[in-house]
């Protein structure tokens, strides 16, 4: 069964860092293209960023580009999120996902931006 | 960056009736990647159609997507009690792989 559950979400002020990971169980890993989408309280899902199977490849929201970074270890079946510079419109719960437009999809992290 | 718009933003029909749900895109999707999402309060989206057409695994046969280009939708033949929820349609033809506003399927 495919399995996909994050963690590091939390309460950071704005203008901190968080780091999400997304730790990936049954199926192989580094055969798959993996994607963050965020979903504010009430709000729509927003694509936050992709990565390729090898990790070379990296795609990015323009909301986000600059500031987060998308990063993979296969050795470890680990998807991570570093989340710098954030800003109280970052707030959400922060999903990873097996694919680009695929599943399934983790139960979701709650990243809360507030002074 | 391609605009997605689905509509209409709320449906309101009752079990047992047929639903028609529209995802337009503000230009030609490649290869027609197209999917739809379920999900419903407190839940983390379920995958139910890849390439436009194509069903996930586990999901329902009532439960079909069509179109192509810029049209596309997802149709549930035979509404269940338990499909009443949040439809998203996401483009994954080029970045950025953007979502529409998503489609709330109410009980009348």
């Known amino acids: 069964e495919v399995q996909l559950l994050e963690s590091g979400g939390g309460l950071v002020q704005p203008g901190g860092s968080l780091r999400l990971s997304c730790a990936a169980s049954g199926f192989t890993f580094s055969n798959y293209a993996m994607t963050w989408v965020r979903q504010a309280p009430g709000k729509g899902l927003e694509w936050v960023s992709s990565i390729s199977t090898s990790g070379g490849d990296t795609y990015y929201a323009d909301s986000v580009r600059g500031r987060f970074t998308i990063s993979r270890d296969s050795s470890k079946n680990t998807l991570y999120l570093q989340m710098n510079s954030l800003r109280v419109d970052d707030t959400a719960v922060y999903y990873c996902a097996k694919h680009v437009g695929g599943g399934p999809w983790g139960q979701g992290t709650l990243v809360t931006v507030s002074s | 960056e391609i605009v997605l718009t689905q509509s209409p933003d709320t449906l309101s029909l009752s079990p047992g009736e047929g639903a028609t749900l529209s995802c337009r895109a503000s230009?030609?999707?490649?290869?027609?990647?197209l999917a739809w999402y379920q999900q419903k309060p407190g839940q983390a989206p379920r995958l139910l159609i890849y390439?436009?057409?194509s069903r996930a695994t586990g999901i329902p046969d009532r439960f079909s997507g069509s179109g192509s280009g810029t049209d596309f939708t997802l149709t549930i033949s035979r509404l269940e009690p338990e499909d009443f929820a949040v439809y998203h349609c996401q483009q994954y033809g080029r970045s950025p792989y953007t979502f529409g506003q998503g489609t709330k399927l109410e009980i009348k």
């Open positions: 230009q030609s999707i490649s290869s027609n990647y």
């Open positions: 390439g436009a057409s």
